[in-house]
């Protein structure tokens, strides 16, 4: 009884080890914030959103073969930071349901001290192809950073804080 506990007990410890090992590691892509830009609207429709942050690459991306291109973005909801805990739990059964692949189905959250921003995966086009480049994650963390300990009496004062400049109309 105690080799079969014991072998149990290794088979579990010795797959547990193999199957970390097989996580596979995704790629980043960081670019030079001079091809960002951001657009932000007010919402007037949902009262609990405060506005729409869209943060996008203004030169497209080509696959390898350059048969295919995109244009990065993702499109955040600005929620008040009260509303943290409840959109971290939808964000989280959201990521488990999620059935399709990373980077190109996923959902972002990140906060300032007076703001939630949040992107569902119909707002964010990230990468060509499953287990691609992720385009926006590493890029959006470098655009948000420098804003998140800031305390903001309103969103327009934290947006005019942006690493990058608006885009054009």
Not at 25 to 32: A, E, L, R
Not at 38 to 58: A, F, P, Q, V
Not at 87 to 101: A, E, H, P, Q, V
């Amino acid at each position: 009884m105690k080799k079969v506990l014991f072998l149990t007990l290794l088979f579990v410890i010795v797959f547990n080890l193999k199957a970390q090992d097989s996580i596979p590691d995704f790629k980043y892509n960081i670019d030079d914030l001079k091809f960002w830009r951001y657009d932000y609207s007010k919402n007037e429709t949902i009262s609990e959103i405060i506005g729409n942050l869209e943060l996008m690459r203004i030169e497209e991306i080509y696959n390898k073969d350059s048969s295919k291109k995109f244009f990065p973005y993702v499109k955040y909801n600005i929620f008040p930071i009260s509303k943290l805990d409840s959109i971290s739990k939808i964000n989280s059964k959201i990521n488990r349901g999620l059935g399709c692949c990373f980077p190109v189905c996923t959902t972002h959250l990140t906060n300032t001290k007076n703001f939630v921003f949040w992107a569902s995966p119909n707002n964010i086009k990230s990468a060509l192809e499953c287990n691609g480049i992720d385009y926006i994650l590493k890029n959006a963390q470098l655009i948000l950073e420098p804003i998140k300990e800031h305390n903001y009496d309103s969103i327009e004062a934290l947006i005019s804080d942006l690493r990058i400049s608006q885009i054009e109309k």
